[in-house]
């Protein structure tokens, strides 16, 4: 295992964004965050990276509770419908990612031929299209160095080929032993995509697991993640 | 790839992040014009005091560059300062929140306070950029054979730093704590107004609203215009930019209690106010000006520094008497750089004074040195010393005539300025946007 998150709670004055949130991470694993619009999946991401604050919980490593610094060198957040320094090239973006934010060099072309950010290069951020911006962003996110990477929507925007591919990649940093933590909102992209899911749903975890410990909790005979997740939540 | 440390990386990225921002370049832009018109009004001003087109030559005798050239030339700073600096320091802060930047950078795990030092350099280096006008000023009159005296110009051009400084610190803390740009543009526009006030307040209570007036960016400004370089002001216009910074750094510790913002920000406030309080006990200052505008004669200065005995003048004038203006800048001003352990107390009904003229002991000015007393009601240099040594029982000391300022008059028009800053200057930046837009699409 990788890390463990413990009691995680969130509230936005009255409304309840994250009620106990508990689960587990294991290495090299892609692991799929689901549930429904609103069930505060980017919340939980935001609390975890530190980038919101939350009102209580712990992510535990090794037996260890891990403190804010520590949880900066386990894992890193990429955002969903961000377009970070617009006004520089890609390639600029990419070389202050390794420059600044500690990524690997040595990933650097691997990639860029990956996400076929090639022909990108050159480009302004600001300038791309939707599906431009979000292979950028998996660009960034990937070259960065932590051991856990998560990434808000990875497909939002991308056509089926461009997903795809994107899987494969994923797959292929997992392979290296990277953790990627995926909060996707299609439940089909998801179990096309993933290992193992954590299901939330109104900011509580329902259930986590692959597709048949999930089916075996939900009491369904079928393996099909979407009667699952509609038995679970 | 070039290997740098990070906080390299951070400087590069807002380097670059300024020459993008179209506020900044519309501040270079408008720098040129500004400078142009006061500059070339301020010489032809300068010109005709001293002679030009038949007027009485040798009025100007006495005229000093600093205030009759520099200190209006390099008003253009305080304008930009107010009016345009801080779209240009907002743009920077805000921009990361806006574009999302900032939920990556801030998981580098750098400080807070070292990101925001870095902004606050790129900006200064902007500032100084934006100051090239009001500089490149200097050749040119030179090249008009008017006289610089370097000392006076580094503290007007500090003076203005400063300023700008304390504006970084104000719209940095703005921009920080507002979640809209615009919203932190009002609230910077609503500070600064706010010193406007203070400073109207002042001169109309006296007291200790006066005293805080002196450290309004306008008051600092001021000074440094006649070139006094104060040890309090400096301090104090330091440390409320270091805590605006501070308080900038603060709030864009996105994943920090807003509770939790709010006690280290009330805390930042507390040491500020305490420092500055501390800083407020500070005398020393050095007269820059080749005039010596801010003190009394030598001679004058060195009879004063043998009175060992502390001296209270207490003064019956309201604060908006011009006879009361007059005895603080030409007198009083002076004799507390001379005197540190002067103590001056007003004392006044109206803040007008229009219905005090007729009361018995309005317009006396009570000197008590050692505990004699004596009382005058002359406003002057002149007479608040002769009162003084008089009290005192020494004898004025003797004129030196060769050591009096006999100013730098000069009679000629601006030559090549309006095409230095109306059409090269602007031109300039034209064309430096243009190239830069171009590398950057």
Redo the contacts between chains.
């Keep these: 295992m990788l890390f463990e998150v413990t009691g995680l709670s969130k509230r936005f004055g009255k409304i309840v964004a994250l009620a106990d949130v508990g689960f587990h991470v294991r290495a090299g694993e892609l692991l799929g965050l689901i549930g429904p619009n609103g069930a505060g999946k980017s919340t939980l991401f ?1 609390c975890l ?5 939350c009102d209580s919980g712990a992510v535990r490593a090794g037996g260890r509770t891990v403190d ?2 520590g949880r ?2 386990l894992l ?4 969903d ?9 890609v390639r ?1 973006a990419l ?2 990612t ?5 990524g690997r ?1 040595s990933l ?1 072309e691997e990639v860029i031929e990956q996400l076929d950010l090639g022909p990108l290069l050159a480009q ?1 951020a600001g ?1 791309l299209s939707k599906g431009q911006r979000k292979r950028v962003l998996l660009g ?1 996110g990937l070259l960065t160095a932590q051991p856990a990477l998560l990434i808000d929507e990875p497909f939002e925007g991308l056509d089926l080929r461009q997903a795809r591919d994107i899987a494969a990649a994923f797959r292929a940093h997992a392979a290296r032993g990277r953790t990627l933590f995926l909060s996707i909102h299609q439940i089909a992209d998801a179990a096309r995509f993933c290992d193992r899911f954590v299901l939330l749903s109104a900011g509580r975890v329902c259930a986590e697991g692959t597709v048949p410990e999930l089916a075996r909790l939900a009491g369904a005979n079928a393996a099909d993640l979407e009667e699952v997740f509609l038995a679970l939540t | ?4 440390r ?1 906080f390299l ?2 400087l ?2 807002e380097c ?2 300024l020459l ?1 921002s179209r506020a900044w370049w519309v501040l270079l832009f408008l720098m040129g014009p500004l400078v142009g018109v006061s500059f070339i009004g301020a010489v032809r001003t300068y010109a005709e005091v001293s002679g030009l087109n038949g007027t009485a030559g040798g009025v100007g005798e006495a005229l000093s560059p600093l205030t009759g050239v520099w200190a209006p030339a390099f008003s253009a700073c305080e304008l930009a300062a107010v009016f345009l600096l801080p779209f240009v320091a907002i743009r920077l802060i805000s921009g990361d929140r806006l ?3 900032l ?7 750098m400080s807070p306070f070292a990101r925001m030092a870095a902004k606050a350099l790129v900006l200064l280096a902007g500032w100084l950029v934006a100051m090239l006008p009001p500089l490149s000023a200097i050749p040119l009159w030179k090249s008009y054979g008017g006289s610089v005296y370097p000392p006076e110009l580094l503290t007007l051009a500090a003076g203005h730093v400063l300023n700008a400084g304390l504006t970084i610190g104000l719209a940095a803390a703005m921009a920080a704590i507002a979640e809209h740009p615009s919203t932190a543009a009002i609230m910077t526009l609503g500070v600064t107004v706010g010193t406007w006030i203070l400073n109207f307040f002042g001169a109309i209570q006296g007291g200790w609203w006066e005293r805080a007036a002196g450290y309004t960016p306008a008051a600092l400004v001021a000074e440094f215009q006649h070139g006094l370089w104060r040890l309090d002001t400096t301090l104090v216009a330091l440390v409320l930019t270091l805590a605006g910074l501070s308080m900038a750094a603060i709030w864009m510790r ?5 509770r ?1 913002r709010a006690v280290w920000s009330a805390t930042i406030g507390l040491l500020a106010a305490a420092a500055i309080f501390a800083c407020t006990f500070l005398t020393a200052s050095w007269d820059a000006s080749e005039s010596r505008g801010n003190s009394f004669p030598e001679a004058d200065e060195r009879a004063l520094r043998e009175i060992h005995a502390p001296l209270s003048i207490e003064v019956h004038l309201a604060p908006e008497d011009p006879r009361r203006l007059d005895l603080e800048h030409h007198a009083l001003s002076k004799l507390r750089r001379a005197m540190p352990r002067l103590t001056v107390r007003y004392v006044f009904a109206t803040s007008i004074g229009l219905f005090e003229q007729t009361a018995a002991g309005y317009g006396e000015i009570w000197y008590d040195l050692a505990g004699r007393r004596t009382m005058s009601r002359a406003t002057t240099a002149e007479g608040v010393l002769e009162a003084i040594y008089s009290l005192a029982g020494m004898p004025p000391p003797a004129e030196a005539a060769e050591a009096a300022f006999r100013g730098h008059p000069l009679a000629v028009p601006a030559r090549g300025a309006g095409t230095l800053f109306y059409i090269c200057w602007p031109g300039m930046v034209l064309a430096g946007g243009l190239l830069v837009r171009r590398r ?2």
Aim: hydrophobic share 45%; no cysteine; proline share 9%.
């Design positions: 935001e990276a530190g980038v919101l604050p804010a610094r900066r060198s890193f957040y990429v955002p419908g961000i377009v970070p320094w617009p006004a520089q090239s600029w070389d202050f390794i420059g600044f934010l500690g060099a650097r302004p300038t960034i | 790839m070039r290997s740098r990070p990386w951070l590069d990225k670059r992040e993008v574009s999302g930047a939920k990556l950078e801030m998981q580098q795990g996105i994943g920090i209690a807003v939790r950057f699409q």
